[in-house]
């Protein structure tokens, strides 16, 4: 896997984390962004959701080898 690949999911939440505390700090209306943030806060658990099923592929694979070269040595 990917070392980068893991992390894409906090990356994504802290830049949606950050781009909300502008909002609120700067815009005239933060209350005119929440929805924008709730909308796109799913995106955070699409994000970890996948990357957590990439990395259960992976070991099931790991474990699929392990056992694979376990049972081939004498």
């Known amino acids: ?36 943030f709730l909308c796109f806060l799913p995106m955070c658990f699409f ?7 990439n990395m259960q592929r992976e070991i099931r694979e790991l474990r699929a080898q392990l056992s694979a070269q376990a049972g081939a040595k004498p």
């Open 1 to 36: 896997m990917n070392r980068i690949q893991c992390w894409v999911p906090a990356m994504f939440c802290g830049f949606l984390s950050l781009i909300t505390l502008g909002a609120v700090l700067f815009a005239p209306s933060p209350a005119a962004l929440a929805p924008v």
């Open 47 to 53: 994000f970890v959701e996948s990357a957590m099923r």
